[in-house]
């Protein structure tokens, strides 16, 4: 079975490997050429460039580009059933007394296209219609030369156990999000003694840092490449006011990621106000400093950017008696490294050395690079914003989706790396499962802890005192 070999060295520094096309002149057969790099094209001549024939293959860096970026013209299932006809009417595969010779040369390359898309984007072939023509074309091929039974029944296979992971993963996440619920039940009974918390669970900043590297890297290891796409989808203006993509997501895999970087400052936010003496909150501050720092050295940038972002949530803020009894250096040092300013400018040097280090690696502990994701979705979204999909004369931009493939590829490198440290259940379990504050929860935990400043203060916890607590 042909193997698809990894994307570290597809793309090169410049965007894309720029020598690979096997191009032809400036401007042939709806493509458009300019220094031997494929600038646009008509969407018909951009699918005809993805079919193999008996002389010609395309380009791995192709082929993921387009795979990618056609969705935002039409649906998976529709290119897949554009793909298996020309295949099948170019090389004549439906014709009866098929020549053997004919289809061994050519049949090792369709395979390879089809274990290509099945490998990239697993997540298309959720659609029955998707299956369906993969299945057509597959027979087609078996039909004309058993020998390529085996390899198809692999690829198959191959397929069916990833779209069975991710099912088992979807199932996993929906019964963590069932079983953690809001905790405004403790604040009504606070008894300290009987109260986990995130110290008592683990008492390691560098363990915990660990452990949360496990939960990114799981979390960002099922996110396909198409959602990055899916997420800005609208409506193609050469295409009858049909949405192109809207009602064929099949995964929320990236939505999962955010909300888990949403959970981890609340959770952060949440063991700070907890604890009732001022010194077990300093600690706690202290010990999520070293929790961060930590997950900086790993290379774990989004961790570590929910739990300065716990940190800096106002009920956090605000408690001045306790901020008073913390060693700040090393937390303003943190600040310092992800200060938006200049466009995150400091962040971004620090993610480029990490992504340095991951291609000279010689341990999976130095290939972990784990992304600020939102800041990752927010620059591909302003790359898909900046430049239009269509060129005026109708031609697909396929210039902007060589930028829109080179950013996803780099992050489809980082997500396939395996976590190296040890597991430790009890610890991820608490992580994933303990019931974290709202917004109004942190607030009152937070007056209750340092009482109100001011009288806009104060009318907000007699607010959130009787709402919450059923106590004037």
Not at 131 to 160: C, F, P, T, V
Not at 209 to 228: K, S, V, W
Not at 337 to 353: E, H, I, K, V, W
């Amino acid at each position: 079975m042909p193997q698809t070999p990894p994307f570290a060295a597809v793309f090169d520094s410049s965007g894309y490997n720029r020598n690979l096309y096997q191009s032809k002149e400036d401007n042939c057969g709806g493509l458009y050429y300019h220094e031997n790099n494929l600038l646009s094209g008509s969407l018909e001549a951009l699918i005809q460039h993805l079919v193999p024939n008996v002389d010609y293959y395309p380009d791995r860096t192709y082929i993921f580009t387009f795979l990618l970026s056609s969705r935002l013209f039409m649906h998976p299932y529709e290119l897949m059933a554009k793909v298996c006809h020309l295949c099948i009417e170019q090389q004549r595969l439906s014709e009866p007394g098929l020549d053997k010779n004919r289809v061994r040369k050519i049949a090792p390359k369709i395979l390879q296209l089809l274990t290509e898309w099945t490998e990239t984007f697993p997540y298309d072939f959720r659609d029955e219609r998707m299956m369906r023509n993969l299945k057509e074309l597959a027979q087609r091929i078996a039909s004309g030369d058993e020998m390529y039974w085996k390899n198809i029944q692999q690829l198959l296979q191959n397929l069916i156990r990833k779209l069975a992971t991710v099912s088992q993963y979807e199932e996993v996440l929906a019964k963590i999000n069932a079983t953690s619920t809001d905790c405004l039940t403790v604040l009504k009974t606070k008894p300290q003694s009987i109260q986990r918390d995130i110290i008592t669970v683990c008492n390691d900043p560098y363990v915990l840092a660990q452990q949360l590297t496990h939960i990114e890297l799981e979390r960002l290891n099922y996110i396909g490449p198409e959602e990055f796409v899916q997420a800005f989808v609208q409506k193609d203006p050469f295409d009858n006011d049909k949405s192109c993509y809207r009602d064929q997501k099949k995964t929320r895999n990236l939505e999962a990621y955010v909300e888990w970087f949403n959970r981890l400052s609340y959770l952060v936010a949440t063991e700070i106000c907890m604890p009732v003496k001022k010194k077990h909150r300093a600690r706690v501050i202290e010990y999520f400093i070293d929790v961060a720092r930590e997950c900086f050295n790993i290379g774990n940038f989004n961790s570590l950017m929910a739990i300065i972002s716990g940190m800096n949530m106002s009920p956090v803020s605000r408690l001045k008696k306790t901020w008073a009894k913390v060693k700040t250096a090393k937390f303003y040092i943190l600040e310092h490294q992800m200060d938006p300013s200049s466009n995150f400018y400091n962040y971004r040097t620090a993610l480029r050395g990490a992504a340095q280090r991951s291609l000279t690696a010689h341990s999976n502990r130095e290939k972990i690079v784990i992304p600020f994701f939102s800041l990752l979705i927010k620059d591909i979204y302003f790359l898909n914003e900046g430049c239009a999909n269509r060129l005026p004369n109708g031609h697909v931009n396929f210039e902007k989706f060589w930028e829109l493939a080179k950013q996803v590829s780099e992050f489809m490198m980082w997500k396939q790396v395996e976590c190296p440290f040890e597991r430790d259940r009890k610890i991820l379990q608490y992580l994933l499962t303990v019931p974290v504050f709202s917004d109004d929860a942190l607030y009152l935990a937070s007056y209750e802890s340092e009482g109100p400043e001011n009288h806009i203060e104060k009318d907000r916890w007699k607010t959130l005192r009787s709402a919450l607590l059923g106590r004037v």
